[in-house]
């Protein structure tokens, strides 16, 4: 293979990865792994162990896949992942601190610019990072308890939490927090089941002044670990402990949680990040750009604030690859190189996310084939696939629901508009069915 650098373009593939990802993921499964081998057309990639390696192929192995033939523009290349075999003990997504500064910080978790200082002040954050702000300076004075910070992917909650964390260790205050992945509170939680011994669990509250807790949407379905959260909630909030939860959206909209946690999430201060504005945008892509020690014209940044502007992470995607390309490549980072890269990264949303991707996507999860989806039948079996097609598609696309209708072989915007309410109610009773419409939103919308 000619001109063919397999460590720069697993490195490649691993920023692109980064920028799709949340950053709790990419740091738990993706960060330390690293190129070893080729194996035929196979990169062998070498993770922390074994268990590791199983978990990233079958969460992001066909992602990673895609991104590998994208960029390298080798269809035929595929991905071999290997580890050593886990060690026994603790479970091998728990982050093993072996300096901790204080027993109940992690530290391992915190990503280094994701302090208050790097991040950037417009209409569409000022309250939630007015709220982080007043939490982590102040404690029990404030009515903020529990801040609860919710906003749509990629629009800053994780580097907020992260910026209180980071805060709190700076100052070399005594307060100690503790932060959290729902996730990992959810594998902990399962782990003490498993073991009959909660001590783990009680553990990750003990001792601390501030529980920072982001992507609180995962408890969604863990009944048993949303039961032991509460009660862990009332110590803490009862103590006048600092409680800070993130969210992917408001609290009144998380599904199948009990309404007195709910409740309780509602208590506090409850903040929306929406997308940035204009000059949020190009305030954003100045610092990162600072950041990366780069030199791009005014005009270029423009260019790249005004293309892209639902999502900060792709924002600082599209400016980590400029700054790999010119760096492999020695390039320059001028208009032509950015119209490019844009190119290529929209690209890929509008490929993603057109009517036809939609429901194929959801046909082929439903078993069903996508005429039928489009085709007359109505029963159970393609019904319900075509009307959660409908919902998605006026979910995830700009298109107007006659425009829906009519993709849908001509029906008319009220049976469009009947479908959408009526998954929504699906979705409410049945969490095997929402389980199921997460599960193919995350395919489609893993940018
Ligand atoms: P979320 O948790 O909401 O999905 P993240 O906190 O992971 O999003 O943010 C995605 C990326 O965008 C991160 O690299 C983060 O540093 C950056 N980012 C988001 N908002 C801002 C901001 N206001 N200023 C600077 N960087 C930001
Ligand atoms: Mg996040």
């Not at 309780?264 to 990040?273: E, K, Y």
């Not at 039928?372 to 979910?395: A, F, N, W, Y």
Request: proline fraction near 4%; aromatic fraction near 8%.
């Amino acid at each position: 293979m000619d001109n063919f650098n397999p460590t720069d373009l697993w490195n490649r593939c691993l920023l692109e990865a980064e920028s799709r990802l949340e950053s709790t993921e990419f740091e738990a499964w993706l960060k330390n792994s690293t190129y070893e081998d080729i194996n035929g057309t196979r990169l062998v990639i070498r993770f922390r162990n074994s268990f590791v390696a199983g978990h990233a192929k079958s969460r992001f192995g066909d992602m990673l896949e895609e991104i590998i033939r994208t960029i390298s523009r080798r269809n035929e290349l595929a991905l071999q992942f290997i580890g050593d075999p886990a060690e026994p003990g603790p479970s091998s997504t728990e982050k093993q601190t072996p300096n901790r500064e204080t027993p109940s910080s992690d530290y391992s978790f915190l990503r280094s610019n994701y302090t208050f200082e790097h991040f950037v002040v417009g209409p569409s954050n000022q309250l939630a990072h007015a709220g982080a702000l007043a939490v982590s300076r102040d404690i029990g004075s404030t009515n903020y308890n529990p801040l609860f910070i919710y906003g749509g992917v990629g629009l800053g909650k994780t580097h907020l939490i992260q910026a209180i964390a980071h805060h709190l260790r700076q100052e070399g205050s005594k307060r100690t927090y503790r932060y959290i992945s729902t996730e990992l509170l959810v594998e902990t939680f399962i782990k003490c089941v498993l073991l009959n011994d909660y001590t783990l669990f009680r553990k990750l509250f003990h001792g601390i002044d501030y529980f920072l807790m982001d992507d609180i949407q995962f408890l969604k379905g863990k009944v048993e670990t949303q039961e032991a959260f509460f009660h862990r909630f009332n110590e803490l909030h009862q103590q006048g402990k600092q409680i800070v939860l993130t969210s992917d959206r408001p609290p009144h909209e998380l599904p199948d949680l009990p309404e007195r946690l709910i409740s309780r999430f509602q208590s506090g201060l409850v903040a929306d990040i929406k997308p940035p504005e204009y000059e949020t945008r190009l305030a954003i892509l100045q610092l990162l750009v600072r950041d990366e020690e780069l030199e791009v014209s005014l005009d270029v940044l423009d260019f790249i604030a005004s293309s892209i502007r639902k999502n900060v992470r792709q924002l600082s995607g599209v400016i980590h690859r400029l700054a790999a390309m010119s760096r492999l490549t020695g390039c320059r980072i001028d208009m032509d190189l950015a119209q490019k890269e844009i190119r290529s990264s929209l690209g890929t949303i509008t490929r993603r996310l057109t009517a036809g991707n939609i429901a194929s996507t959801v046909a082929e999860s439903f078993d069903v084939s996508p005429s039928q989806l489009k085709g007359k039948q109505r029963k159970h079996s393609v019904l319900i696939p075509r009307q959660v097609s409908m919902s998605l598609i006026r979910e995830l696309t700009s298109m107007s629901l006659a425009e829906i209708g009519s993709y849908f072989s001509g029906r008319d915007h009220s049976t469009v508009l009947n479908s959408i309410d009526r998954i929504k109610e699906l979705k409410a009773k049945d969490p095997e069915l929402e389980r199921k419409i997460e599960e193919i939103k995350r395919k489609l919308v893993s940018i």
